[in-house]
């Protein structure tokens, strides 16, 4: 784990609420130097404390009308056909979310599609056509409450 103080954690709740937040703002809000702010921003890059910078869009607005959230129960749960499956949901572009979890499913996804057709196509695909699949449980979502991937961050948290 990477050391981290206040000022590490200042920086990362403004980048996540924004990334593109001026360095000078940060700087100003932080109370350092922008180089200081950028040599952080760059540890914190290089360490994998920030994993991407990205823009959040509305799926509707680019025809993808309908979001899923499927759940997979596997037929075998040996290493290589878990990593088979796996990669094959992380390089499918209308998953958007894959978690490998515990419970009565094996993997819980999130991915979307334009209408019932394109999501029937996605689940041939994905699930059909994949004798490792046992069965899997689909949920449309109504509506999309609440979206992002934000990590609360506590400036008391005791990190080391």
């Known amino acids: 784990m990477i050391e981290l103080d206040k000022a590490d954690l200042a920086i990362l709740s403004m980048l996540q609420e924004n990334c593109r937040t001026p360095l000078d ?8 130097s922008v180089i200081t702010v950028q ?23 680019l025809g993808w009308k ?15 056909m878990l990593d088979r499956f796996q990669k094959r949901l992380i390089n499918d572009p209308q998953v958007q979310q894959c978690y490998y979890i515990t419970g009565e499913a094996d993997f819980a996804v999130i991915c979307l599609a334009k ?3 394109d999501f029937e196509l996605l689940t041939h695909r994905l699930f059909f056509d994949d004798p490792n699949v046992r069965r899997f449980r ?14 609360m961050i506590d400036e008391e948290m005791n990190i080391s």
């Open 25 to 32: 703002l940060i700087a100003d809000q932080v109370r350092v």
């Open 39 to 61: 040599r952080r921003i760059k540890r914190l890059r290089d360490r994998g404390v920030i994993l991407r910078d990205v823009s959040i869009l509305e799926p509707k607005q």
């Open 66 to 80: 309908m979001t899923f959230l499927v759940l997979v129960e596997l037929e075998k749960e040996r290493t290589d």
């Open 115 to 117: 209408d019932m057709e």
């Open 138 to 151: 689909t949920n449309v979502v109504m509506r999309r409450s609440k979206v992002g991937m934000g990590v």
